[in-house]
């Protein structure tokens, strides 16, 4: 039985359809058909043109979303949006906040300080994900993406008051626990509320976000940077700022409403975390398995989840020898042209980066649902390993890369983050789902946390900022590997 307004496939005992939402009339038995003769089986609207896999092909793609769906997508990508501005807020500020923290003996080591305040918070950022992921597939994930939102605006603006070293990395590993959870709650929304024809161009929407937050963030440091409306503590004021997502929880109670999938698949214990699992689908297990435990139990699951982590670490890997080290590579090079405020380059080239990556991001979802998940795969590394020595070895001036910023953007940081929104989604169940996906994203972080407290040790050690990402680079390599035993999920729907 096909759902008359989105065309989705349904079992006949379906009353509603788990994709749209739209009332589905009983399906008449056999008996019934027999005996009304004309009159039962004359139909009540012309046929749905749909293709092999049971989509209508006469239709938009936005054509089936509603007030619903929208509201979904914007308390999801509100949330993400002030996770971008939190993440590059703490960047921005880190110079005067040192400054007006460290004792003089400790901005000696400055570097150092700084390195491990942005990684204790992606530690946190890594943990809280994990922790939250999992909760979400217990508790829902409408109600842990409102206690993330809560505790890391909170703690956001707690940061505001730090006023030694030690209290300010308490606040980062906190805030980085607490907004951890707020992306995998959010994908999981949209990929089990979002009709199948939308639901890969929501979930780019939503990845969007992170951009957005980043060029917020960068916007309003360049408005109060020079004025210093307080001083030396001016700094303060982008944290108190990044408390005011609080507000939104008001809006996600209100305006965002639960996933139906999860719910049923909770309801009818499908435990299940794939498929194609060994385990029974049918809801004969009463006690429900830890859920990080059952993506590792079935060896398909267990396959599906260590490939996307590796192709995971992969992108963090590759982001961190290409966007963490562009300003310092591009501010060193506009101090060799002499160019006035040397530094300022830098900052503008990371701004076109990450418009570059704005841009792939809203793109993403129309591109897999093009290319196929893994052709898209197999096109996001093969960009980010050909830019890589264009832009650390073919690109000699700042003029040069500022038009080869965001391409570079695009591919690694656009791109290479977009496919974790539209594919593992789609190789897991609902009772599963925001477990794997957290695991998939927030795992790597918790290999990664530790490159921005070596990267000066990186940098050195390989002979320059040019020669550590080239070589970190080549870890891109490994992208054009693993996809190759991944399967191709596009136009199949989602599991479970």
């Known amino acids: ?103 003089a003996e400790q901005l000696k080591s400055q570097a150092v300080w700084a390195g491990l305040a942005i990684g204790i918070t992606l530690l946190g950022w890594g943990a809280g994900g994990l922790i939250g992921g999992v909760l979400a597939d217990y508790i829902g994930r409408k109600k842990m993406m409102m206690y993330s939102v809560f505790l890391y605006a909170l703690l956001s603006g707690l940061t505001a008051f730090s006023f030694t070293i030690g209290a300010l990395l308490v606040f980062r590993f906190l805030t980085g626990l607490a907004m951890g959870s707020e992306w995998s709650t959010g994908i999981s929304l949209i990929n089990e509320t979002w009709p199948e024809r939308a639901r890969a161009k929501g979930a780019g929407f939503l990845q969007s976000g992170f951009g957005w937050g980043t060029l917020l963030a960068a916007g309003l440091w360049f408005l109060i940077a020079d004025t210093k409306p307080f001083g030396f503590d001016t700094w303060r004021l982008m944290f108190v700022f990044g408390a005011i997502p609080a507000l939104f929880v008001l809006y996600i109670r209100k305006g965002v409403d639960e996933s139906e999938r999860w719910k049923q698949a909770i309801r009818e214990k499908r435990w299940a975390a794939t498929e194609v699992s060994t385990q029974s689908n049918s809801g004969g297990e009463s006690k429900r398995p830890f859920t990080l435990t059952e993506i590792f139990r079935d060896r398909e699951s267990r396959r599906r989840v260590l490939l996307a982590f590796g192709l995971s670490v992969t992108t963090m890997i590759g982001w961190y020898a290409v966007a963490s080290w562009l300003a310092l590579f591009t501010s060193s090079m506009a101090v060799r042209e002499g160019l006035p405020r040397a530094g300022s380059w830098g900052a503008r080239v990371a701004m076109l980066y990450t418009v570059g990556a704005i841009v792939a991001y809203l793109l993403s979802g129309f591109m897999a649902d093009a290319m196929g998940r893994r052709r898209f795969l197999l096109f996001t590394f093969v960009g980010s390993l050909i830019l890589t020595p264009i832009t650390f070895r073919f690109t000699g001036t700042v003029a040069a890369m500022q038009f080869v910023a965001p391409l570079n953007g695009f591919f690694t940081l656009g791109c290479a983050y977009s496919w974790m929104a539209i594919y593992p989604a789609e190789l897991f169940t609902s009772s599963v789902r925001s477990t794997a996906i957290s695991f998939i994203f927030n795992a790597s972080r918790l290999v990664a946390w530790f490159f921005p407290i070596i990267a000066g040790t990186i940098i050195k050690s390989f002979g320059g900022v040019s020669n550590a990402a080239m070589i970190l680079g080549s870890v891109y390599i490994l992208g054009l590997i693993l996809p190759w035993w991944m399967p191709e999920t596009q136009g199949k729907g989602l599991r479970g």
């Open 1 to 103: 039985m096909l759902c008359a307004k989105c065309g989705t496939e349904l079992p006949d005992e379906v009353r509603s359809c788990l994709q749209c939402g739209h009332a589905v009339a009983a399906t008449p038995s056999t008996s019934a058909t027999e005996a009304g003769g004309a009159a039962a089986t004359s139909p009540v609207r012309a046929p749905l043109a749909v293709d092999e896999t049971g989509r209508r092909t006469d239709q938009h793609w936005y054509d089936d979303l509603t007030l619903k769906h929208w509201n979904v997508l914007l308390g999801s990508f509100l949330g993400w949006v002030f996770d971008g501005y939190e993440s590059y807020a703490l960047i921005v500020v880190l110079g005067p906040a040192l400054k007006s923290l460290l004792s």
